[in-house]
């Protein structure tokens, strides 16, 4: 198991998932809570659906693979601390779910897109280390999202 600094970590909200038209994949946007540090993730369609839903509160008849994850974890009394976005290389991002299960915390390696979609339906805290906020690129994000079709964000943040 990894173990960072707290400092070296920076709390991360889900702001919203949007369509990308150039790639058709979903784009979900991350920003802490001054807005200052924004951390966009390309998704695939499927899990753009899954984590919008997550925000939206939506509940599927049938449990979707992270509703099963999320009750297998409640069954097997196994807490999802946090999730963390540890690395990207090429432009794919890493991630981590911080599970803690019999007083003892494991770190399981995860796509981004499924530990965030995880962490919003046990409500876990996702944060992101300020080496990955440094290397996510050097465009300007801010030219980039004012490009975005701002009501594709809707209200949602968690």
């Known amino acids: 198991m990894e173990q960072r600094e ?5 709390q991360l909200k889900v702001h919203g998932v949007v369509h990308d038209p150039d790639t058709d994949t979903r784009i979900v946007i991350l920003r802490d809570a001054q807005n200052s540090d924004i951390l966009p993730i390309w998704v695939g ?5 899954a984590i919008k839903m997550a925000l939206e509160g939506i509940v599927t008849p049938r449990p979707m693979s ?3 994850i999320r009750s297998m974890a409640d069954h097997l ?4 601390v946090r999730v963390v976005v540890t690395d990207v290389k090429n432009s794919t991002y890493y991630a981590a779910i911080h599970l803690l299960s019999r007083g003892a915390e494991y770190s399981v390696d995860a796509r981004p897109s ?5 962490a919003l339906r046990t409500n876990s805290p996702i944060y992101v280390t300020q080496d990955v906020l440094k290397r996510r690129g050097a465009w300007n994000l801010d030219a980039w999202l004012e ?7 809707g209200t949602h943040e968690a």
Request: glycine share 4%; charged share 25%; aromatic share 4%.
């Open 6 to 10: 707290s400092t070296d970590l920076v």
């Open 45 to 49: 369609a499927a899990e753009g659906i």
């Open 66 to 68: 992270h509703d099963l």
């Open 77 to 80: 009394n196994v807490q999802v």
């Open 114 to 118: 499924d530990a965030i979609a995880l």
């Open 147 to 153: 490009k975005l079709d701002a009501k594709n964000f």
